[in-house]
Structures are given as structure tokens and as C-alpha cells.
């Protein structure tokens, strides 16, 4: 489960982006001001930091500057001024993107997997699990050596899956990774991607590893072997 770290000393703001973290499947940490931050930043290795401007003691400036000199985790900026020099200021202390408020969670939760995705292709565009092998710089995927033929969203699909083998994405969860926040389509687009990927898939063996559906919830990739 990936971890996440909110800074911010509004206590309804939190609250609100701490259900919709859960809801994507992130293990929360609060912080209320900026030494708190620094301190569970060195305790805990989390995989996305959200981290307000304004808070008291340190401000966000300074805990990014702080947690830069050790860590290149991704962070997210939160203020409540659109100036172009706070933002400046933001991404020159290291933040990787700059939120300003208000905001609706929607938004926060599509930047930080948007963040992420742009961390993970990054630092590897290359996925192998067993009998699967996935290229995301080229999109080429193989199952047991043979070139399966997928489109653009099939290989994100796949991808988003392997990454995150035996984890359950929801409908709704795969709609947001894989189209957007902003996307307007309903949930048969999901199951219909993932008809055509499975028949793809099934045109080379591979007893290590299926798409499964969790009925109720949604889908996952399980490993068999």
C-alpha cells in the first residue's frame, strides 16, 4: 500500500483529502505544522507528500528545502495565493507540482497520480513479472516471448495492474488512473477495455498470472505462481 503524507494545519481540509486518499487505497499520515512534517518525513518513507504553504513553525518552503537535502519523494505544494512567484518558489525548493486553493479533492487525488505515474515511467518503463513483460516507453508488451498486439489504454491498464499486483482497483479507481478525473464515460468502459484486453492476453499462455474479477469491486492482477 502506498503511503502518503498531508501537511496542513486546516484540520476540515485533511479530513476531506485524507477520505479521498483512502478511497484510492493510500495509507494516510497528518501533519498540523511544519515540524511535525519534518519529523514523520524522516520516520516514515512515503511515496507522495502534500504539503501546505502557510503552516506554523516551519512553513512549506522550508520543510520541502529540509526534506530535499535527504529525499527526492515526490511533493505537491498547497497554498492559498496564485501568485507566479510562490509558485516559482515552490517548484525551486524541489516541489514536483503546485496546487492553489480552493481546490476540489478530485483534482488533488488526479494530480498526485499524475505525479506518480510521471515518478514510476521515470524510473522504470520496464515491467517484468513472470510469463509478462511490458515496455511503457514503446508500448510493447509480450506474454511468454509472444508480441501481444494493445492499444494505448490496454497497455496502461496492464501496466497499472502489474505494478500493483493482487491489489483491487475499482471501477471508479481504473476510470480516474487510466481517463482522467475530468473523464465523462461510465463504468462499462472499464469492463469493456478489459473483455478486449483478456482476449488479447489469452492468445499466449501465462498459468503464472490472471485479471481477476472481484465481484462487487472491481478487478486485480493475481499471481498463481
Not at 97 to 126: Q, W
Not at 155 to 170: D, G, M, S, Y
Amino acid at each position: 500500500m502506498q503511503k502518503i503524507l498531508i501537511a496542513d494545519d486546516n484540520r476540515q481540509i485533511v479530513s476531506i483529502l485524507e477520505e479521498y486518499a483512502k478511497k484510492e487505497g493510500f495509507a494516510v499520515t497528518a501533519a498540523s505544522d511544519g515540524e511535525d512534517a519534518l519529523a514523520k518525513a524522516a520516520a516514515i518513507s512515503f511515496d507522495i507528500i502534500l504539503l501546505d504553504v502557510m503552516m506554523p513553525g516551519k512553513d512549506g518552503f522550508a520543510v520541502c528545502r529540509e526534506i530535499r537535502r535527504d529525499s527526492a519523494v515526490p511533493i505537491i505544494m498547497i497554498t492559498a495565493r496564485s501568485e507566479d512567484f510562490e509558485r516559482i518558489m515552490g517548484l525551486d525548493n524541489g516541489a514536483d507540482d503546485y496546487i492553489v486553493k480552493p481546490f476540489s479533492p478530485g483534482e488533488v487525488m488526479a494530480r498526485i497520480r499524475a505525479v506518480l505515474r510521471r515518478i514510476n515511467k521515470a524510473d522504470s518503463a520496464y515491467l517484468s513479472l513472470g510469463s509478462l513483460t511490458v515496455n511503457l516507453d514503446e508500448y510493447i508488451t509480450q506474454v511468454s516471448g509472444a508480441n501481444i498486439s494493445l492499444t494505448k489504454k490496454e497497455t496502461e491498464l496492464l501496466w497499472t495492474f502489474a505494478a500493483n499486483k493482487n491489489r483491487v482497483f475499482t471501477r471508479d479507481q481504473l476510470l480516474n488512473i487510466i481517463w482522467g478525473y475530468d473523464y465523462y464515460g461510465d463504468n462499462r468502459t472499464v469492463d469493456s477495455h478489459i473483455k478486449r484486453l483478456r482476449s488479447k492476453l489469452d492468445e499466449a499462455p501465462h498459468p503464472d498470472w490472471e485479471i481477476k474479477t472481484v465481484w462487487g469491486v472491481g478487478y486485480k492482477f493475481e499471481v498463481l505462481l
